[in-house]
């Protein structure tokens, strides 16, 4: 049987196994596996981006050191190469000057790298490196396989990534659902929405805040993921802190350490924020606030997210309507009873 069999072969075992599993996990385990014992390799790893450290993390390995492979390894350099020249390969990997930790490749007896990338939508999420024992060039159909596999490694990381959001989205919209019918409490309801936002869309922090009509600021109502000092940075103006979302719109800041709708941008670079995405809360027709994230690296939020964001900031609207009419019935009620009362001293 040709390479070229052997390559087809392995890529439609991969493609079967995406039809009986949506664990991604076993997904890529497979894949690492495929690649070793196609290429004949002394091993392979697949590494996806953590964003907020700028590293690579192992998501699967076959025939590493957990020495080797619990290394992290800065994104930076290696995506840019992967992402121009679609590949990285380098044969000799000790030595290799777009490389780290050579002397650590050498202790584990790696010789030659070959180094894809990983996509989902166009973005190199992680790569897949092959690392051989012994010096050696990879034929144009080797490449070419082991961008293919990557590539199945793309998908089932965005295949694990919609099933992650759509598990999350649902259970963010149950938990507050079931806040929101067993408790008046608005402030415990607006931290747990803080809280469980931020962590289902990974970012750095949140916060409510509330219009206060007389004083014309925006005050905090519950916040996730921000220091005390942050907090206590001074008031927020209704008039000058992304104006936009005070009249029904979301807003979405790049850098908020030099856009010019941003309040406190010293203060807001020192605790490390950069992109910020701001929604209205809204009370039947009227703005009464506004949802807003942080993150900490630069982010442009999709639509979904902002739509997301948006339907969960109006479900803390009713809520905060919902405890509103039912301070306004308890009120009502006692005038009613203190009425009842004055007609029967009448009797």
Request: overall charge neutral.
């Amino acid at each position: 049987m040709t390479k070229k069999n052997d390559y087809f072969k392995t890529i439609c075992g991969v493609s079967r196994a995406f039809g009986t599993t949506l664990d991604e996990e076993e997904l890529l385990n497979l894949i690492v596996r495929s690649a070793v014992e196609t290429m004949k390799a002394k091993a392979a790893c697949l590494w996806l981006a953590d964003e907020e450290r700028n590293e690579f993390v192992p998501a699967a390995q076959k025939g590493l050191s957990e020495k080797y492979y619990r290394l992290l390894f800065h994104v930076g350099q290696i995506a840019s190469v992967v992402r121009k020249e679609g590949y990285l390969y380098a044969r000799d990997a000790t030595t290799d000057p777009r490389l780290e930790e050579h002397a650590a490749k050498k202790a584990e007896g790696i010789a030659s790298m070959l180094i894809v990338p990983v996509m989902v939508k166009d973005e190199v999420v992680g790569v897949l490196s092959l690392y051989t024992s012994e010096q050696r060039n990879f034929s144009k159909d080797e490449i070419g396989f082991l961008i293919a596999l990557a590539e199945q490694g793309g998908m089932a990381v965005e295949n694990a990534r919609l099933l992650e959001k759509i598990r999350k989205n649902t259970m963010l919209f149950h938990d507050l659902a079931a806040n929101i019918n067993s408790s008046l409490d608005v402030k415990k309801i607006m931290e747990i929405l803080s809280a469980d936002i931020a962590e289902a869309l990974g970012v750095k922090a949140s916060s409510v805040l509330l219009i206060d009509k007389g004083a014309q600021t925006l005050e905090l109502v519950a916040s996730y993921g921000l220091s005390k000092k942050y907090l206590n940075r001074g008031p927020l103006s209704v008039e000058k802190s992304m104006v936009e979302t005070i009249k029904g719109k979301p807003v979405m800041i790049k850098d908020a350490t030099t856009d010019k709708r941003v309040q406190h941008r010293k203060e807001k670079k020192e605790e490390g924020i950069v992109s910020i995405l701001s929604v209205p809360i809204m009370a039947k027709e009227e703005v009464i606030g506004a949802l807003r994230l942080y993150s900490g690296v630069p982010r442009e939020f999709t639509d979904d997210e902002i739509m997301l964001v948006t339907a969960l900031a109006h479900q803390g609207g009713l809520a905060i309507q919902n405890a509103s009419l039912y301070l306004m019935i308890q009120e009502d009620m006692k005038d009613l009873r203190d009425d009842m009362w004055s007609h029967r001293s009448w009797f």
